[in-house]
């Protein structure tokens, strides 16, 4: 027991223990289980190639400069837009039907396809 402790590769072993143990300790919270995460190197987001987009490439270009805080106030804008025109043709509709009913009740001649 007691040479093997007092061997070199004991006490280099132990010694590697320790330095590895203080070396985690200093780290502290940085270590990758409970910090953040170091990635060498950079990271790109995929820009969509012209090929494989479904959305013209002129339209693109029209839109580019435009931050997303822009984009959605300008889609928050046009779906108000859409659903105002869609009560509108809902009110249409139903002017039109009712149109009819009144002209089926007074002259439904008026409708059939060969009176002149």
Same mark, same amino acid.
């Given at each position: 027991?007691?040479?093997?402790?007092?061997? =070199? +590769?004991?006490?280099?072993?132990?010694?590697?223990?320790?330095n590895?143990?203080?070396?985690?300790? @200093? !780290?502290?919270? $940085?270590g990758?289980?409970?910090?953040?995460?170091?990635?060498?190197?950079?990271?790109t987001s995929?820009?969509?190639?012209?090929?494989?987009?479904?959305?013209?490439?002129?339209?693109?270009?029209? =839109? +580019?400069?435009?931050?997303?805080?822009d984009?959605?106030?300008?889609?928050?804008?046009?779906?108000? @837009? !859409?659903e105002? $025109?869609?009560?509108?043709?809902?009110?249409?509709?139903?002017?039109?039907?009712?149109?009819?009913?009144?002209?089926?009740?007074?002259?439904p001649?008026?409708?059939e396809?060969?009176?002149?």
């Open positions: 027991g007691q040479k093997l402790k007092n061997s =070199y +590769s004991f006490r280099e072993k132990q010694e590697g223990k320790f590895r143990r203080s070396s985690i300790e @200093s !780290v502290g919270s $940085q990758p289980p409970h910090g953040t995460r170091v990635v060498l190197g950079r990271e995929p820009v969509p190639s012209p090929a494989v987009s479904r959305i013209p490439r002129e339209i693109m270009d029209k =839109y +580019s400069r435009q931050t997303r805080e984009l959605i106030e300008m889609v928050i804008m046009l779906q108000a @837009s !859409v105002e $025109q869609g009560k509108k043709v809902a009110d249409l509709e139903d002017y039109v039907d009712s149109m009819l009913i009144k002209v089926m009740e007074v002259s001649v008026l409708l396809k060969n009176v002149l």
